[in-house]
Protein backbone atom coordinates (compact mmCIF):
# COMPACT_ATOMS: atom_id res chain seq x y z
CA UNK A 1 0.00 0.00 0.00
CA UNK A 2 1.82 2.98 -0.98
CA UNK A 3 1.16 6.30 1.72
CA UNK A 4 1.19 9.76 2.47
CA UNK A 5 2.69 11.18 5.93
CA UNK A 6 1.34 14.50 6.69
CA UNK A 7 3.74 16.22 9.38
CA UNK A 8 6.46 14.17 7.69
CA UNK A 9 9.08 16.48 9.33
CA UNK A 10 7.72 16.21 12.87
CA UNK A 11 8.73 13.98 15.61
CA UNK A 12 6.51 11.72 15.03
CA UNK A 13 6.81 11.97 11.30
CA UNK A 14 9.71 10.70 11.22
CA UNK A 15 9.30 8.01 13.33
CA UNK A 16 6.34 6.55 11.68
CA UNK A 17 8.65 6.93 8.40
CA UNK A 18 11.41 4.82 10.06
CA UNK A 19 9.21 1.83 11.26
CA UNK A 20 7.37 1.29 7.77
CA UNK A 21 10.66 1.14 5.99
CA UNK A 22 10.60 -2.77 5.06
CA UNK A 23 6.68 -3.16 5.74
CA UNK A 24 3.63 -3.41 3.45
CA UNK A 25 3.12 0.33 3.87
CA UNK A 26 5.72 1.91 1.51
CA UNK A 27 5.95 5.80 2.05
CA UNK A 28 5.81 7.40 -1.14
CA UNK A 29 5.15 10.98 -0.03
CA UNK A 30 5.97 13.11 2.74
CA UNK A 31 4.52 16.12 3.73
CA UNK A 32 5.34 18.74 6.03
CA UNK A 33 5.48 23.33 5.12
CA UNK A 34 9.48 22.34 6.15
CA UNK A 35 12.01 22.59 3.60
CA UNK A 36 13.08 19.71 1.70
CA UNK A 37 9.62 17.71 2.00
CA UNK A 38 6.28 17.59 -0.36
CA UNK A 39 3.96 20.04 -0.25
CA UNK A 40 1.37 17.66 -1.89
CA UNK A 41 1.22 13.76 -1.73
CA UNK A 42 1.70 12.39 -4.76
CA UNK A 43 -1.94 10.79 -6.95
CA UNK A 44 -0.01 7.55 -6.45
CA UNK A 45 -1.08 7.54 -2.58
CA UNK A 46 -3.73 5.28 -1.40
CA UNK A 47 -3.87 5.99 2.04
CA UNK A 48 -2.58 9.27 4.41
CA UNK A 49 -1.16 9.18 8.25
CA UNK A 50 -1.54 12.38 9.82
CA UNK A 51 0.74 13.64 12.34
CA UNK A 52 1.03 17.72 11.51
CA UNK A 53 -0.93 20.38 13.39
CA UNK A 54 -4.80 21.07 14.19
CA UNK A 55 -5.20 23.84 11.46
CA UNK A 56 -3.90 21.33 8.46
CA UNK A 57 -6.44 18.46 9.27
CA UNK A 58 -9.42 19.11 7.91
CA UNK A 59 -8.47 20.45 4.65
CA UNK A 60 -6.05 17.37 4.15
CA UNK A 61 -8.96 15.18 5.17
CA UNK A 62 -11.73 16.92 2.45
CA UNK A 63 -8.81 16.44 -0.54
CA UNK A 64 -8.37 12.82 0.95
CA UNK A 65 -12.05 12.36 1.04
CA UNK A 66 -12.75 13.41 -2.47
CA UNK A 67 -10.15 11.09 -3.50
CA UNK A 68 -11.35 8.37 -1.72
CA UNK A 69 -8.10 7.79 0.69
CA UNK A 70 -8.59 6.14 3.78
CA UNK A 71 -7.21 8.35 6.50
CA UNK A 72 -5.18 7.85 10.35
CA UNK A 73 -5.59 10.97 12.19
CA UNK A 74 -3.08 11.02 15.39
CA UNK A 75 -2.74 14.89 15.53
CA UNK A 76 -4.63 16.64 18.26
CA UNK A 77 -6.04 19.74 19.28
CA UNK A 78 -8.86 20.26 16.83
CA UNK A 79 -11.15 22.76 16.95
CA UNK A 80 -14.96 21.85 17.29
CA UNK A 81 -15.25 23.17 13.79
CA UNK A 82 -12.64 21.08 12.53
CA UNK A 83 -13.76 17.89 14.06
CA UNK A 84 -17.49 18.72 11.89
CA UNK A 85 -15.40 18.29 9.18
CA UNK A 86 -13.60 15.74 9.65
CA UNK A 87 -16.69 13.96 10.87
CA UNK A 88 -18.39 15.03 7.70
CA UNK A 89 -15.69 13.74 6.00
CA UNK A 90 -16.56 10.14 7.66
CA UNK A 91 -19.36 10.03 5.62
CA UNK A 92 -17.29 9.20 2.39
CA UNK A 93 -14.27 7.50 3.81
CA UNK A 94 -12.44 5.23 6.55
CA UNK A 95 -11.06 7.40 9.41
CA UNK A 96 -9.28 6.11 12.60
CA UNK A 97 -8.96 8.86 14.82
CA UNK A 98 -7.15 8.27 18.02
CA UNK A 99 -5.46 10.80 20.81
CA UNK A 100 -3.11 7.61 21.48
CA UNK A 101 -2.19 5.01 18.62
CA UNK A 102 -0.53 2.75 21.67
CA UNK A 103 -1.51 -0.65 22.45
CA UNK A 104 -0.54 0.17 26.39
CA UNK A 105 -3.30 3.14 26.62
CA UNK A 106 -5.69 2.08 25.09
CA UNK A 107 -5.76 -1.21 27.44
CA UNK A 108 -5.24 1.64 30.37
CA UNK A 109 -8.96 2.81 29.12
CA UNK A 110 -10.71 -0.12 29.51
CA UNK A 111 -8.62 -0.08 32.91
CA UNK A 112 -9.84 3.31 34.02
CA UNK A 113 -13.69 2.73 32.48
CA UNK A 114 -13.63 -0.35 35.12
CA UNK A 115 -12.52 0.96 37.62
CA UNK A 116 -14.44 3.99 37.70
CA UNK A 117 -17.15 1.69 37.72
CA UNK A 118 -16.03 0.12 40.88
CA UNK A 119 -14.90 2.52 42.97
CA UNK A 120 -17.95 4.43 42.59
CA UNK A 121 -18.11 8.32 43.91
CA UNK A 122 -16.81 8.21 46.76
CA UNK A 123 -13.33 8.25 45.36
CA UNK A 124 -12.23 11.30 43.84
CA UNK A 125 -10.61 11.05 40.21
CA UNK A 126 -7.71 13.11 38.95
CA UNK A 127 -5.97 12.66 36.01
CA UNK A 128 -2.28 14.23 35.10
CA UNK A 129 -0.25 14.06 32.17
CA UNK A 130 3.15 14.68 30.91
CA UNK A 131 4.80 15.90 28.13
CA UNK A 132 7.82 17.06 26.68
CA UNK A 133 8.39 21.29 26.36
CA UNK A 134 7.42 21.62 22.40
CA UNK A 135 4.23 20.17 22.80
CA UNK A 136 1.89 22.66 21.34
CA UNK A 137 -1.89 21.30 22.80
CA UNK A 138 -3.11 21.34 26.46
CA UNK A 139 -4.55 18.89 27.96
CA UNK A 140 -3.41 16.21 26.20
CA UNK A 141 -5.78 14.08 23.64
CA UNK A 142 -4.67 11.15 25.41
CA UNK A 143 -5.70 12.58 28.88
CA UNK A 144 -9.16 13.76 27.50
CA UNK A 145 -9.70 9.94 26.68
CA UNK A 146 -8.98 8.76 30.29
CA UNK A 147 -10.99 11.83 31.32
CA UNK A 148 -13.87 10.26 28.98
CA UNK A 149 -12.89 6.88 29.71
CA UNK A 150 -13.63 7.68 33.55
CA UNK A 151 -17.12 9.94 33.12
CA UNK A 152 -18.11 6.69 30.74
CA UNK A 153 -17.74 4.09 34.19
CA UNK A 154 -19.20 6.89 36.16
CA UNK A 155 -22.22 7.45 34.21
CA UNK A 156 -21.42 11.01 34.19
CA UNK A 157 -21.33 13.79 31.36
CA UNK A 158 -18.40 14.88 29.61
CA UNK A 159 -17.76 17.93 32.07
CA UNK A 160 -14.32 18.55 33.45
CA UNK A 161 -12.18 20.97 35.09
CA UNK A 162 -8.57 21.52 33.98
CA UNK A 163 -6.18 22.64 36.54
CA UNK A 164 -7.10 24.84 39.73
CA UNK A 165 -6.11 28.20 40.48
CA UNK A 166 -7.19 30.64 43.16
CA UNK A 167 -10.24 30.61 45.52
CA UNK A 168 -11.69 27.04 44.26
CA UNK A 169 -13.80 26.65 47.28
CA UNK A 170 -14.43 22.24 48.12
CA UNK A 171 -13.64 20.16 45.79
CA UNK A 172 -17.71 18.75 44.56
CA UNK A 173 -18.48 15.59 44.65
CA UNK A 174 -18.33 13.80 41.42
CA UNK A 175 -15.73 16.01 39.88
CA UNK A 176 -13.06 14.82 37.16
CA UNK A 177 -10.29 16.89 37.43
CA UNK A 178 -7.23 16.41 34.40
CA UNK A 179 -4.05 19.10 34.67
CA UNK A 180 -1.09 19.66 32.12
CA UNK A 181 2.85 19.37 32.86
CA UNK A 182 5.22 20.41 30.06
CA UNK A 183 9.34 20.01 30.75
CA UNK A 184 11.54 18.09 29.33
CA UNK A 185 11.73 15.49 27.23
CA UNK A 186 8.86 13.39 28.54
CA UNK A 187 7.73 11.38 25.13
CA UNK A 188 4.17 10.94 27.50
CA UNK A 189 2.97 10.09 31.06
CA UNK A 190 -0.25 9.90 31.71
CA UNK A 191 -1.66 8.92 35.64
CA UNK A 192 -5.67 8.55 36.99
CA UNK A 193 -6.02 8.76 40.51
CA UNK A 194 -9.15 7.70 42.41
CA UNK A 195 -8.62 9.14 45.59
CA UNK A 196 -10.96 7.52 48.66
CA UNK A 197 -10.95 8.14 51.85
CA UNK A 198 -9.09 5.29 53.23
CA UNK A 199 -7.03 4.46 50.11
CA UNK A 200 -5.72 5.72 46.57
CA UNK A 201 -5.84 3.83 43.99
CA UNK A 202 -3.06 4.82 40.75
CA UNK A 203 -3.16 3.91 37.54
CA UNK A 204 -0.20 5.13 35.09
CA UNK A 205 1.53 4.88 31.66
CA UNK A 206 4.46 5.77 30.31
CA UNK A 207 5.49 5.80 26.80
CA UNK A 208 9.15 5.62 26.32
CA UNK A 209 9.47 5.85 22.61
CA UNK A 210 7.32 7.59 20.24
CA UNK A 211 7.27 4.36 18.10
CA UNK A 212 4.90 2.89 20.24
CA UNK A 213 2.70 5.35 19.04
CA UNK A 214 3.43 5.17 14.97
CA UNK A 215 3.51 1.53 15.02
CA UNK A 216 -0.49 1.80 16.26
CA UNK A 217 -0.92 4.33 13.81
CA UNK A 218 0.09 2.04 10.81
CA UNK A 219 -1.05 -0.95 11.96
CA UNK A 220 -4.50 1.51 11.72
CA UNK A 221 -3.83 2.41 8.56
CA UNK A 222 -3.50 -1.09 6.85
CA UNK A 223 -6.97 -1.99 8.93
CA UNK A 224 -8.40 0.68 7.57
CA UNK A 225 -8.10 0.21 3.70
CA UNK A 226 -10.86 -1.15 2.30
CA UNK A 227 -13.15 -0.76 5.40
CA UNK A 228 -17.01 1.31 4.60
CA UNK A 229 -16.86 4.74 5.70
CA UNK A 230 -17.60 5.72 9.22
CA UNK A 231 -15.10 7.33 11.98
CA UNK A 232 -12.83 4.47 13.86
CA UNK A 233 -11.30 4.66 16.87
CA UNK A 234 -8.12 2.44 18.18
CA UNK A 235 -10.61 0.20 20.17
CA UNK A 236 -12.12 -1.14 16.69
CA UNK A 237 -8.53 -1.65 15.30
CA UNK A 238 -7.34 -3.90 18.40
CA UNK A 239 -10.55 -5.33 17.88
CA UNK A 240 -11.64 -4.21 21.67
CA UNK A 241 -15.44 -3.61 20.36
N1 LIG B 1 -2.38 10.19 18.63
C1 LIG B 1 -1.16 9.88 19.10
O1 LIG B 1 -0.86 8.71 19.44
C2 LIG B 1 -0.13 10.96 19.17
C3 LIG B 1 1.18 10.69 19.61
C4 LIG B 1 2.12 11.72 19.57
C5 LIG B 1 1.76 12.97 19.06
N2 LIG B 1 0.48 13.20 18.67
C6 LIG B 1 0.05 14.47 18.07
O2 LIG B 1 0.56 14.51 16.73
C7 LIG B 1 0.83 15.87 16.36
C8 LIG B 1 2.27 16.01 15.92
O3 LIG B 1 3.15 15.73 17.01
P1 LIG B 1 4.73 15.88 16.87
O4 LIG B 1 5.28 15.70 18.23
O5 LIG B 1 5.23 15.02 15.74
O6 LIG B 1 4.80 17.44 16.45
P2 LIG B 1 5.93 18.20 15.63
O7 LIG B 1 5.70 19.63 15.90
O8 LIG B 1 7.27 17.59 15.88
O9 LIG B 1 5.54 17.87 14.10
C9 LIG B 1 4.44 18.44 13.43
C10 LIG B 1 4.84 18.64 11.97
O10 LIG B 1 3.68 19.09 11.26
C11 LIG B 1 4.10 20.03 10.31
N3 LIG B 1 3.00 20.87 9.86
C12 LIG B 1 2.43 21.94 10.48
N4 LIG B 1 1.46 22.46 9.71
C13 LIG B 1 1.42 21.70 8.58
C14 LIG B 1 0.64 21.75 7.39
N5 LIG B 1 -0.30 22.70 7.21
N6 LIG B 1 0.86 20.82 6.43
C15 LIG B 1 1.81 19.87 6.60
N7 LIG B 1 2.59 19.77 7.70
C16 LIG B 1 2.39 20.69 8.66
C17 LIG B 1 5.19 20.84 11.04
O11 LIG B 1 6.02 21.53 10.12
C18 LIG B 1 5.92 19.71 11.79
O12 LIG B 1 7.00 19.20 11.02
C19 LIG B 1 0.44 16.69 17.60
O13 LIG B 1 -0.88 17.14 17.44
C20 LIG B 1 0.55 15.70 18.75
O14 LIG B 1 -0.25 16.04 19.85
C21 LIG B 1 -0.46 12.21 18.70
Redesign the pocket.
Known sequence: MKIAI??A?????RKIFELAEGTELEVVSR????DGFDREWAPSVEGVID??????VAPAVEKAAAQGLPYVI????LTPDEQVRVDAAAKLIPIVQ?????LGVNLLLELVRKAATVLGPEYDIEITEMHHR??K?APS?TALMLAKAAAAGRGRPNDFVFGRHGDIGERPAGEIAVHALRGGSVVGDHTVMFAGDLERVEITHKAQD?AA?AAGALKALAWAKGRPAGIYTMRNVLGFD
Open positions: LGAGRMGVDIAFSFHTAGTTGSGNYSHKDGRF
